[in-house]
């Protein structure tokens, strides 16, 4: 089966990716123990460790939040601003925490999205 070009195809691949991940969060930290929801960050020995992984974990959560809304508001499409502010949090990922295939499958992602913006961008250029 071939795939038509000039479709957002990384895009949809992210937005199903992260819309299982934050479910499955939601479950284990509503329905479940709650105490290892950060687990895929980095281990924690203990409650105070746990709380200080929760922590770098909000801090890269808000700055993406924050990017992807000012990338939006400097004029960037919804789909440009997810995916390079999706970029920036998978290199906070790999910056804050101990390296994990999350993090690693996080930044392949991004750049897939990235690389699909670019080249989606210049391919409306062109038919400009």
Request: proline letters at 4%.
């Amino acid at each position: 089966m071939k795939l038509p070009a000039g479709r957002p195809y990384m895009f949809w691949l992210f937005l199903i990716s992260w819309t299982l991940v934050h479910l499955n969060f939601e479950y284990r930290f509503w329905l479940g123990p709650g105490a290892d929801v950060f687990s895929k960050y980095a281990a924690a020995t203990g409650p105070d460790q746990a709380l200080a992984i929760g922590k770098q974990v909000y801090f890269t959560k808000a700055t993406w939040m924050f990017a992807l809304v000012w990338f939006q508001v400097l004029g960037l499409s919804l789909r440009s601003a997810v995916g390079w502010s999706f970029l920036l949090y998978s290199v906070e990922l790999l910056l804050f925490f101990p390296f994990r295939i999350y993090s690693l499958l996080n930044l392949l992602l991004a750049i897939g999205c990235v690389g699909e913006d670019v080249i989606l961008r210049r391919m409306r250029r062109r038919l400009d």
